[in-house]
């Protein structure tokens, strides 16, 4: 038995801890908000974010942050990744050198650039920074239907321990070496999940058009993907391919819910609004796009939902233009062979 701490309060954060306390772990919740650690205590369930899940009476629920992770082998990052940098400069103060933090939030910061991992790494450099990803609604892991994600990490050692802290038999973890990419997947995806929702929103749409804005949004988080470093196999995995394709099509996404509003006239604040829960894709999306013009990377896609979001396009306007590009082939490396 392992003791572990998870920081959040949130759907997942409560998801995870009910993963990690089954297994047989000394669990303990940490939030910021002292009405929110009340509210849980005393309802033991989240009812907004998630209702109908309760967390077992075992885990110990606090708004002190020493306390929760005192002695603690594993600390698992689980709120919103824009609270990311100030929970870590929190939390540097009561761990030790080496400490294995575990982020499960989908983000990349605006300005730095930074993923996660680099985000907890930049406020703890001492840390041993894990991610753990992949098609994981906190709906359906509370109620334990069975779930595979992916864990990346530095080094073996880590990534198996943290492997086998969460892994029983309805949430299987698999282990990677290639961290960058797992992170770079989750986050990019919500993008396409929010340009997911958006086609619903304005209505004309069909299988079809989901199938290609799925199959040409993992090609764009490939191609930026794998300029910033990452590797072509990761993306095809449950962090790029499998996230992806549960976050487009899932009732549970947030994304795309929020995409959905905003495909029917509703502004990015009012959709943010309505859905009551971070909308992560709205982040990222920005940060994707200057990424990849300073990469000199084709992301149609994003651009489009860039200037929905943030530029007050028509976003029918912005699916015909996707539509009516230029033609070209679908991979430009394949080569035609000459007839003879």
Aim: charged share 25%; hydrophobic share 40%; with cysteine.
């Amino acid at each position: 038995m392992a003791k572990v701490t998870v920081l959040g309060g949130g759907g997942w954060a409560i998801a995870l801890a009910k993963v990690l306390y089954e297994n047989g772990n000394d669990v303990s919740l940490w939030s910021f908000l002292q009405r929110e650690v009340d509210d849980l205590n005393t309802n033991r369930e989240n009812k907004i974010s998630l209702p109908g899940v309760k967390i077992p009476e075992g885990i110990l629920i606090t708004n002190d942050m020493e306390e929760a992770v005192k002695d603690s082998e594993i600390i698992v990052m689980a709120v919103a990744s824009s609270f990311v940098r100030s929970t870590s400069k929190t939390l540097k103060e009561f761990v030790p050198k080496g400490q294995i933090i575990v982020d499960v939030a989908k983000g990349i910061e605006d300005n730095t650039y930074y993923t996660m991992t680099e985000v907890i790494e930049d406020e703890i450099p001492d840390a041993d920074a894990v991610v753990l990803s992949g098609p994981s609604h906190a709906e359906e892991v509370g109620k334990k239907v069975p779930t595979a994600v992916v864990v990346g990490a530095s080094t073996k050692e880590t990534a198996v321990k943290v492997q086998k802290a969460f892994a029983n038999d309805y949430f299987r973890t698999y282990a990677s070496p290639d961290r960058k990419s797992i992170e770079l997947g989750g986050s990019l995806k919500n993008i396409i999940a929010l340009a997911a929702g958006i086609l619903d929103g304005i209505g004309g749409c069909g299988d079809n058009t989901e199938a290609a804005l799925i199959t040409r949004g993992i090609k764009e988080i490939t191609a930026l993907g794998t300029k910033l470093g990452g590797h072509q196999r990761t993306f095809h995995g449950l962090s790029g391919i499998g996230d992806l394709i549960v976050t487009c099509q899932s009732k549970h996404s947030r994304n795309r819910r929020a995409g959905v509003l905003i495909g029917k006239g509703y502004s990015l604040e009012d959709a943010k609004k309505e859905v009551n829960m971070v909308v992560e894709g709205a982040v990222s999306a920005k940060a994707a796009l200057e990424l990849a013009k300073k990469n000199n990377v084709d992301m149609p896609i994003t651009q489009a939902v860039n200037e929905v979001l943030f530029e007050g396009k028509e976003a029918r306007t912005c699916m015909i233009e996707l539509m009516n590009r230029a033609l070209t082939n679908e991979y430009s490396d394949l080569e035609w062979q000459e007839r003879v």
